[in-house]
T-cell receptor, first 115, second 111 residues
Framework: DAMVIQNPRYQVTQFGKPVTLSCSQTLNHNVMYWYQQKSSQAPKLLFH???????NEADTPDNFQSRRPNTSFCFLDIRSPGLGDAAMYLC??????????????FGPGTRLTVL | GQNIDQPTEMTATEGAIVQINCTYQ??????LFWYQQHAGEAPTFLSYNVLDGLEEKGRFSSFLSRSKGYSYLLLKELQMKDSASYLCAVGPYTGGFKTIFGAGTRLFVKA
């Protein structure tokens, strides 16, 4: 019954070692988002895809990249994780239908630890 | 600039009513969302307001005043499981899909 799935739920990596987080969805939504959320802070949008169109936020570091090979999957690549990148990474989807409320549906998140 | 303000923490008693306020100043507006987020979990959708007034959904109600840039979430008959963070979010912006989130209000429900 899961609609937005994130793997892994917990990821530990070493300083500077590349890591990839994955997200998949069964909702057939057009839009997929990646957020970074640190403790007691608002989710911060890193980028989103509308279908294959990639939209990067101006303040997202180059260290963060994303791929969306098809409608169902989206990946977050962190090329050289720093200690400051330790956070919860949330994937979300929305229909992208401008007529609707465009509610976002979130996955359970991946908690990244950088040693 | 974009700014969403909500109280950091609130405490209420089981069975009581609590109102969580949110004020926003954003360059665009296409609706206001409230999400619930339990510790260590993802946000889940609670409500959406795009027109002024009150939207009621069971024990939860949400109010919007666009002219004042103000919203509140009202929780009635509080239960222990309502202990969570409540995120106010504005968007998506016309022509785009960006939603701005507030930092959340952490609600503690005590017996």
């Amino acid at each position: 019954d899961a609609m937005v799935i994130q793997n892994p739920r917990y990821q530990v990596t070493q300083f500077g070692k590349p890591v990839t987080l994955s997200c998949s969805q069964t909702l057939n939504h057009n839009v997929m988002y990646w957020y970074q959320q640190k403790s007691s802070q608002a989710p911060k949008l890193l980028f989103h895809y509308y279908d294959k169109d990639f939209n990067n936020e101006a303040d997202t570091p180059d260290n963060f990249q994303s791929r969306r090979p098809n409608t169902s999957f989206c990946f977050l690549d962190i090329r050289s994780p720093g200690l400051g990148d330790a956070a919860m990474y949330l994937c979300a989807t929305s229909s992208g239908d401008r007529v609707s409320t465009d509610t976002q549906y979130f996955g359970p998140g991946t908690r990244l630890t950088v040693l | 600039g974009q700014n969403i303000d909500q109280p950091t923490e609130m405490t209420a008693t089981e069975g009581a009513i609590v109102q969580i306020n949110c004020t926003y100043q954003t360059s665009g507006f296409n609706g206001l969302f409230w999400y619930q987020q339990h510790a260590g979990e993802a946000p889940t959708f609670l409500s959406y307001n795009v027109l002024d007034g009150l939207e009621e959904k069971g024990r939860f109600s949400s109010f919007l005043s666009r002219s004042k840039g103000y919203s509140y979430l009202l929780l009635k008959e509080l239960q222990m499981k309502d202990s969570a963070s409540y995120l106010c979010a504005v968007g998506p912006y016309t022509g785009g899909f960006k939603t701005i989130f507030g930092a959340g209000t952490r609600l503690f429900v005590k017996a």
